[in-house]
């Protein structure tokens, strides 16, 4: 990913409380990344940042469009995208990443980048089957698709007992 300013929130300047940001994503914010699942899209980040003593709280709300190419066809075709998402950064000692959600930073931290959080919040939002929206209501071409799983389980008959193998015959009767 490119280092790209216009995505990075300066943290240190904030006072105590709660502030708003909100970005537009576009063609221009996709090509920062060295991916190939999106190229481009339309959408509308608004970013609720709640800042304390302690700790930041970030509530993402990505909202729009983004082109996708059909598995299916290999058309491209627009999947609407509408993802709340929620980081929170603590202060420490030094910078980890201790959970998906949750980010520690140093105090002495300037600026948040943000850049890479959007985009895998919106990479988490699009579907692992990527259809045309006149496939999607289209019956599953798998003959095996509405087959039903079967979980049965049987008692051992008189039968079985005769058959069974002597030496878990002797496990049983160590009781």
Known sequence: MKKD?????????????THHFA???????????????????HLHADVELTKTDLLLTLDFHIKGTVRLICDRSLEDFDQPI???????????????????????????TQTLPIAQ??????????????LH???????DDNPD????????????????EDNSDPRWDALRNLN
């Open 133 to 139: 929206p006149r496939f999607q209501n289209e019956p």
């Open 23 to 41: 970005f537009e994503l576009g063609r221009a914010f996709f090509e920062q990344f060295d991916q190939q699942l999106i190229q481009d899209g």
């Open 82 to 108: 509408d993802v709340r998402h929620q980081l929170r950064v603590r202060f420490g000692d030094q910078y980890l990443e201790l959970d998906d959600d949750v980010l520690q930073i140093t105090p002495d």
């Open 5 to 17: 300013s216009q995505y990075d929130l300066a943290i240190a300047k904030l006072a105590p409380k």
């Open 117 to 130: 959080h959007l985009f895998d919040y919106i990479g988490l939002a699009i579907p692992m089957k990527k």
């Open 145 to 160: 698709a509405d087959a039903k799983l079967i979980f049965t389980t049987r008692q051992a008959d008189d039968e079985d």
